[in-house]
């Protein structure tokens, strides 16, 4: 996988933004320590004077060093079990004078063993996917804004606009409530200002706020990234990072170019998504017969028998916002 340097940039400020506040969170702890239980710091002092003494030992070559050592490190460890059990005391945790890194596995510095540790790929993949959305030019938007007034509520071929809407946004929130590796695959299609973009854009607000990766845009926009980088005219690793985000987005099927090789990217990657089962979701204003006239039989397959469709009906909601006054 490969990272821009701007990402590593970021997770390294990061990181290094992680060590600070641990070090000086433990200076504090370390401070007040001191200040309530002095019989602690007496032997957190004598830990760190066996050091002097392990070395001294080492230069004066005594026969008997190895089993001195031993009992030093036996005596250093009951010493630190004594510190834990008076700071529980104390304080109520045991482990009050450990430095609070974020990541216990390689202290925040993001490297393990001399490998780049979990916390750090993480970091990596989310600075990586923010360059990839902001090229994308989607308004982020909160489920909060959703005004089910603009919907009609007069019944169009037997169904009410405004109550299926009210059910779509509750799907849709309950949805990023509940998000898990496990989630489906959600297909939004109905006509232009119907609020597909506008609930897909909650969705991925909400999820980005509870931690997760997500991949948003217009599949237009995706398809050409792609495009670029697999002809050499870009940098980057958009398709490795679309087939892996926790949750893609991709909004507006079908103002995309019909080339072979937009038909075969989108194939990989919805197809390499559902393998790896992890959800999509796919917005479009093309209508089924639409749908089965543009792409081939194996993308329209994959659609119809992997994703839950989620239709979207009524009047364009972009006419009628202006007349309210919000
Ligand atoms: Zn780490």
Redesign the pocket.
Known sequence: MKYSEQAFERAEAELSRRRKRAEEIHIKRTEEINRIAPEIAVLQRSLSNTGAELMKLVMEKREDTAEIIEKVKEKNLRTQETIKDMLQVVKGDRNYLDVPYS?A??G?T?Y?GGAR????KGLLKKYTIEEINSNCHIKLHDFTEFRLEYYDNTSINGAVPREKMAQNYQFCRDYALNFGKGSPSLFFFGRTGLGKTFLSSCIAKQLTENGFNVAFGSILDFLRAVENERFGRAEGDTLEILINADLLILDDLGSEFQTAFNESALYDIINSRINLDRPTIISTNLSASELNGRYNERIVSRITGCFDPIPFIGKDIRHVKRQFKY
């Open positions: 990541c596995i390689c925040d993001g393990s540790c979990e916390c750090l």
